[in-house]
């Protein structure tokens, strides 16, 4: 069984930065390519930013891009997500996720077989 656990949210004022941190349960997370996506209230769930298994390639949305930083520590069997210069627009639910595949489309939600709960960002203006 594969658990994942997002930390970090919380309430940040434009401009500012958070760090969400997602630690996974799975001994073979290593192998898993990882991606975070988030939901607005009356939006559907979006792609923000994906990594492969040994971190070769980073994917970013054209909305975060220069401003978000994905990393993983897989011996620690986390990944990250480093926000900055947050926008009241990136207020949202934050998912992290987690595939067994390793080929696909990193930005496509059915990439993804495991996620977190979700984790609650707020950007105030």
């Known amino acids: 069984q594969v658990q994942l656990v997002e930390s970090g949210g919380g309430l940040v004022q434009a401009g500012g930065s958070l760090r969400l941190s997602c630690v996974v349960s799975?001994?073979?997370?290593?192998?898993?390519?990882m991606g975070w996506f988030r939901q607005a209230p009356g939006k559907e769930r979006e792609f923000v930013a994906a990594?492969?298994?040994?971190?070769?390639?980073?994917y970013y949305a054209d909305s975060v891009k220069g401003r978000f930083t994905l990393s993983r520590d897989n011996a620690k069997n986390t990944a990250y997500l480093q926000m900055d210069s947050l926008k009241p627009e990136d207020t949202a639910v934050y998912y992290c996720?987690?595939?067994?595949?390793?080929?696909?489309?990193?930005?496509?939600?059915?990439?993804?077989?495991?996620w977190g709960q979700g984790t609650q960002v707020t950007v105030s203006s």
């Open positions: 996720a987690a595939s067994p595949n390793h080929s696909g489309s990193y930005n496509l939600l059915s990439f993804y077989d495991y």
């Open positions: 799975a001994r073979t997370f290593s192998a898993y390519p």
């Open positions: 990594i492969s298994w040994n971190s070769g390639a980073i």
